[in-house]
């Protein structure tokens, strides 16, 4: 077993237990059809299946139709080069593929299980493959030592019709070139002057030296290196694809090489590169130590000896993690959207310059969650992606796709490439389809002037920017100039290129007719002209509600630093309530979108009250393109148990008896009720035509505790509350909130009507 390293957070007794509980191994599979009745298994199974069989019988190409082929791919290994851990045989090698396998999953909804194939001959290898090949939509093969693993591909590449993909040489080779290119972007060297030397000559090294000559580094830059050291131009044991990067060179040993160079790659094992050798480097080396589980140099010893250097390694608990699930996962997405024959080398490099890319932009709080809170900024701590990015799912794949159909190797093009991206989203953010309708209304609609009242929050200026940017309408900071533009610098943002407006309440011309105004509104109501002047000069909610009150501003975003009653007071002493204040979420789980109220304002509300909640809810759903369903929940049913807050729900809808409503209403139900059809065959008169997709909560502690809960649980994802009611448009987010939750809440804000969201 490796020895563990000082970083590692984990015993080899807990490993082992990760890998035996609750069930052995890490992957199962699902169905996707229903299997319940007799009719559903005369389908799936005898007769029905005989129906695509003789379809796929006519047309092999039918299997991506009626078979999960299309997004199916093996992960196939003999275990001859396992990790760095050499030659283990192949059942060895099942707890990698399947890691790969559920990484497959996990990062690209791609499904996946692995092959291990018992030979280390390639010659049968290459036959077993072949004969059961086309069970798939692609093939990832791993860890098979080179230099079989060339002839292994290239003959797989040239018998099947789907993409034959080796993972340590061609998605080692993307990622590190991603990461190549960054680096050298920081540290101001070009790619076509950097001296390069690869510890390594195997499958990972030759590719990634390979890749990084096709974007740029010359070939007489570089070096490379095995266990012999230097393979230069007339080496004996030197393979044919060794030789084809074997250059002309004085140097024998990777030490010699690694004098004065500007980068050394680690492909090769633990302890490979010494600390002497770093130091030798020329200035701000760039070191990708990559040998799994452990790198060639630590980066605790990098930096004993080098504080200028760049230093990645393969692992997760460090900083910079190059590895090739960066690049396998969004490859195979790409590939399998547009059912490639093959991944070519021009995919590749489309995908290396879309990770590195990626790396530019700035980065979502979602990311830096997913690092406890660590703060991510293009840098030389940042230069390729973390795993956990959820923009990786829908910004690569589209690039590979892209360039699939360009180079004609996709089978099937992608016609709507706008809606491929937000089917990409969907299958790993279930609210990304109904944030991108009502991005595309607020977009169409007249520009919305949105007041962003704590505008020095470096959150807040994000969100702002990422608002202008999506143009969804034209932010307004409200803040001190100076430190807005401090912290939008910091977050590496330009505001002189984008021109985000700013105001500062302190200097503003407009506080006197401000607090002319408020001071009018609010004179009998126990305030001094003076409790109104600094209401407005010091208090940005204030003074950002004036802004909206009196037209200079549409909506407003608040709630960031304060919580959301205290943002709330403020709001509600400048702005008046149309009708009824409510708090509604969306809560978007399993294919299903439900609307639940009240989740913000009404602490315990009367029989009154739920019934007018309930009007509102449904006025608001339908602004949102949906026809309402209400459902008012409780404990009870229909009465059962008896009960006085039952009673409270019984009355509610005794009062929508008596209006005039326009949408359909039902209670008092418990939520299995509302949601199930059989459940509520048991109830003739039932007025509820369909599943219920507006919850009415009896109280504000069940709307948001279940809310909350599903949110906790995982699965489900909630938007909101959204503040539906008040004279204008404003919207409170949560203490704290991320730039993503303030971008969503400035959306809603701008939004008027003009979606049609499915059910
Ligand atoms: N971070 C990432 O994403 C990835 C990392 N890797 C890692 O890269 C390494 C190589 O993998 P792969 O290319 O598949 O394996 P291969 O067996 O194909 O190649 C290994 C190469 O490393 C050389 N080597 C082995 N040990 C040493 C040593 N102590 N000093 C110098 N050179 C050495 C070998 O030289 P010789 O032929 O003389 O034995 C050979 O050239 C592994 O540690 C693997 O985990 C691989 C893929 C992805
Ligand atoms: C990451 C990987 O594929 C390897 O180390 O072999
Ligand atoms: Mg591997």
Known sequence: ??????????????????????????????????????????????????????????????????????????????????????????????????????????FADVDSFDVEVKTTDPDEFVTVVKNIGDTWGGINLEDIKSPECFEIEAQLQDLLDIPVFHDDQHGTAIISTAGLINACHIVGKKLEDVKVVLSGAGAAGLSSIALMKAAGVKAENTVICDRQGVIYKGRDNVSQWQAAHATDTPHRTLAEAMVGADVVLGLSAKGAITKEMVASMAPNPIIFAMANPDPEITPEDVKSVRSDAIMATGRSDYVNQINNVLAFPYLFRGALDVRARQINHEMKIACAHALAALARED????????????????????????????????????????????????????????????????????????????????????????????????????????????????????????????????????????GIEIMNARISERNTDYVDWLYARLQRRGYLRRDVQRMINQDRN???????????????????????????????????????????????????????????????????ELAEIAVKAAATVKTLGRKPRVAFLSYSTFGDPPGNRGEKVREAIRILDGMDVDFEYEG?????????????????????????????????????????????????????PLLVGLEKSVQIVPLGASVGEIMTAATFAAYAEGVEIED
């Open 1 to 106: 077993m490796p020895e563990l390293t000082d970083k590692q957070t984990f015993s080899d007794d807990d490993a082992l237990e990760f890998h035996s509980d609750p069930i052995p191994g890490k992957i199962s599979m699902a169905p996707t059809k229903p299997m319940a009745t007799q009719r559903d298994l005369s389908l799936a199974y005898s007769p029905g299946v005989a129906v695509p069989v003789l379809a796929i019988a006519a047309d092999a190409d039918k299997a991506y139709d009626y078979t999960a082929k299309g997004n199916l791919v093996a992960v196939i290994s003999n275990g001859t080069a396992i990790l760095g851990l050499g030659n283990l045989g192949h059942m060895a090698s099942k707890p990698v593929m399947e890691g790969k396998s559920v990484l497959f999953k996990r």
């Open 363 to 498: 980065v979502p709080d979602e990311v830096a969650a997913a690092y406890r809170g660590r703060k991510l900024k293009f840098g030389p701590e940042y230069i390729i992606p973390t795993p956990f990015d959820p923009r990786l799912i829908w910004y690569i794949p589209p690039f590979i796709a892209q360039t699939a159909m360009d180079t004609g190797v996709a089978r099937k093009p992608i016609e709507d490439m706008d809606a491929y991206r937000i089917s990409l989203r969907q299958r790993v953010d279930p609210s990304a389809a109904l944030m991108q309708k009502i991005q595309a209304s607020v977009r169409s609609g007249p520009k919305q002037r949105v007041v962003f009242a704590e505008g020095e929050e470096q959150s807040v200026i994000r969100a702002a920017w990422a608002f202008k940017q999506a143009e969804l309408g034209t932010p307004i900071l409200v803040g001190r100039e100076e430190l807005i533009r401090q912290n939008a610098a910091e977050a590496g943002l330009s505001f002189d290129e984008l």
């Open 668 to 720: 008092e139900m418990p939520p299995a009720l509302a949601l199930n059809s059989e459940a509520r065959a048991n109830y003739p008169f039932m007025r509820l035509t369909g599943d219920a997709n507006v919850l009415v909560m009896p109280a504000i502690h069940s709307a948001a505790i279940s809310t909350r809960l599903v949110q906790a649980l995982g699965g489900a994802t909630v938007i909101g």
């Open 542 to 608: 204030y003074f950002a509600a004036a802004m909206v009150a009196r037209g200079e501003a549409d909506c407003m975003v608040t709630g960031v630093t304060r919580n959301f009653n205290m943002a709330l007071k403020e709001v509600r002493r400048v702005l008046d309530v149309k009708d009824r204040m409510i708090g509604l979420s969306i809560l978007l789980a399993k294919g299903r979108t439900l609307f639940v109220a009240d989740t913000s304002i009404h602490e315990l509300p009367d029989a009154a």
